[in-house]
C-alpha cells in the first residue's frame, strides 16, 4: 500500500514530498515552459506570506522556510527541466506526539490513516496529513502566478469571514493587493481584521479554535480555458482546493445560493461594451460548462476549525482498546485560515497554469514575444 496519490496537474505537474517531522518538505514542478524569468527570491516571498506577524495568532512551531531550489533554474531562467524546490524542517519536536500515538485525534487523520498504512505511517505531527505539506503548494504556486504575471493573469485571495466576523464591504482591487497582507488574518478590510484577530485569541484563550473563510478571484482569463467533461475548471480548482488539509467546502460564485433564485436571478445577462461582449453580472463566479466565462473567476473555500485544541475531548485508546480522553499538546495554530490565505491562492494559481497549458494559450517554451512584451524588451535587444 503506498502512501499516494502525490501528483497533480496533466502539463503542469505537481509533485509534493515530505512530511512534517521528516527532513524537508518541497515540490517536484514538471512541465513549467522553458524561458521563464524566475529566482528562488520569487518562491521566497510566496512562501514568507505563510506566515503572519502576530505570533500569537499561529503555531509556535515557527519554521523560517527558506527555499532551497535544486533544478530547473539556469541563469535566472527556468530551462523546461523539472523544477525541484524545497524547505527544511528545523523546529521539530516528535515528543509532543508520544502522547497521540495510540489516541487517535478527534479531526485528524490519525485513525484512518492508521488503519489504511497499518501503522506504518510517520503520525509525528500529523505526517503526510499535516498543514506543513502545504508549503509544496506555495511552491508550485510561486512559479505558476510568476507564468500568469506574463500573461497578464491575476490571482488574489484573502480572508472573507473568520468565526463568525464577516467581511461585508465591497473593496477596490487595489485595497484588496495593498490591505490583505498588512494584517495577520490577512482580511483586506483593516477594521474587519482587527475582529477576526479578537476572535481568534478569544477562542484561543479558551483551548479552542476557529474557522473561516477564503475567497480568492482571478481576473483577465481568456475565454473558454477548461477541459470538459472531467476536467472542467471549476471540477479541476475544486479538487486541488479540497486536497488542501482543512478544506470543508467550496463554491463558485453564488455557489449554494443558488439553489434558492430563480432562473431570472441566478442568470448572467450579456451585453456589449466598447464592441467587446461582456457578461453584465457574475453569479456563475466565471465558469460556465466548467469552460471560463471572460467574467472573473470567483471561488471561496469553508476552512473549518483547527483540530487541535487544548480542551479536553473523548477518542480512545488503540493500545488497550478501551475510551480514553485527550487534550492535545502541541504547537497548533488557532485558525488555519490566515495560512491558508496564500495556499489558496497558489492552488488555484497552479490549475489556471495546468489549463492554459492544456488549452495552447501558454505555449510550452516561451519566446520573446511572451516574456520580451512583458519586460519591455524588444526582440533585436
Ligand atoms: C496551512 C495549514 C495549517 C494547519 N495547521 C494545523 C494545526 O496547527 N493543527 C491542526 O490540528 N490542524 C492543522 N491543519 C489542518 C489539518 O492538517 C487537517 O485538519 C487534518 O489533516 C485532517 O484533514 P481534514 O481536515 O482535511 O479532514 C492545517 C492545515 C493547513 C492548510
Same mark, same amino acid.
Given at each position: ?209 476557529? $474557522? ?72 456563475? $463566479? ?96
Amino acid at each position: 500500500m503506498s502512501l499516494g496519490a502525490n501528483s497533480i496537474g496533466k502539463e503542469f505537474v505537481v509533485t509534493c514530498f515530505g512530511e512534517s517531522h521528516g527532513r524537508c518538505v518541497g515540490a517536484v514542478i514538471d512541465g513549467c515552459p522553458a524561458g521563464l524569468p524566475l529566482a528562488e527570491e520569487d518562491i521566497q516571498k510566496a512562501l514568507d506570506k505563510r506566515l503572519p506577524p502576530n505570533r500569537e495568532l499561529v503555531s509556535a512551531r515557527r519554521e523560517k522556510d527558506t527555499v532551497e531550489v535544486l533544478s530547473g533554474i539556469y541563469e535566472g531562467f527556468t530551462t523546461g527541466a523539472p523544477i525541484c524546490a524545497l524547505v527544511w524542517n528545523k523546529q521539530v519536536v516528535s515528543g509532543d506526539y508520544d502522547s497521540i500515538k495510540y489516541k487517535p485525534r478527534p479531526g485528524h487523520a490519525d485513525y484512518p490513516a492508521r488503519m489504511k498504512y497499518v501503522g506504518f505511517n510517520d503520525y509525528r505531527g500529523g505526517g503526510r496529513f499535516s498543514g506543513r505539506i502545504t508549503v509544496a503548494f506555495v511552491i508550485a504556486g510561486a512559479v505558476a502566478k510568476k507564468l500568469l504575471d506574463v500573461f497578464g493573469v491575476e490571482v488574489l485571495a484573502y480572508t472573507t469571514a473568520i468565526g463568525d466576523v464577516e467581511l461585508h464591504a465591497t473593496l477596490s482591487l487595489d485595497e484588496v493587493r495593498e490591505n490583505t497582507y498588512a494584517n495577520s488574518v490577512r482580511c483586506p478590510d483593516p477594521d474587519v481584521a482587527e475582529e477576526m484577530e479578537e476572535t481568534i485569541l478569544r477562542a484561543k484563550k479558551e483551548g479552542d479554535s476557529v $474557522g473561516g473563510i477564503v475567497e480568492c478571484v482571478a481576473f483577465n482569463l481568456p475565454v473558454g480555458v477548461g477541459e470538459p467533461i472531467f476536467d472542467s475548471l471549476d471540477a479541476d480548482i475544486a479538487k486541488m482546493l479540497f486536497d488542501v488539509p482543512a478544506v470543508k467546502g467550496v463554491e463558485f460564485g453564488v455557489g449554494f445560493e443558488a439553489a434558492k433564485m430563480r432562473g431570472s436571478e441566478n442568470n448572467d445577462p450579456y451585453g456589449m461594451c466598447d464592441d467587446e461582449i461582456e457578461l453584465l453580472s457574475n453569479n456563475a $463566479g466565471g465558469v460556465l460548462g466548467g469552460l471560463s466565462s471572460g467574467a472573473p473567476l470567483v471561488v471561496r473555500v469553508a476552512v473549518k476549525p483547527t483540530s487541535s485544541i487544548s480542551k479536553e475531548q473523548k477518542t480512545v485508546d488503540l493500545s488497550k482498546m478501551e475510551d480514553a480522553t485527550i487534550q492535545v499538546q502541541g504547537r497548533h495554530d488557532p485558525c488555519i485560515v490566515p495560512k491558508a490565505v496564500p495556499v489558496v491562492e497558489a492552488s488555484v494559481a497552479t490549475v489556471l497554469v495546468d489549463q492554459l497549458l492544456r488549452g495552447g494559450f501558454i505555449p510550452k517554451v516561451l519566446g520573446v514575444e511572451a516574456i520580451g512584451e512583458y519586460y519591455g524588451v524588444k526582440e533585436e535587444d
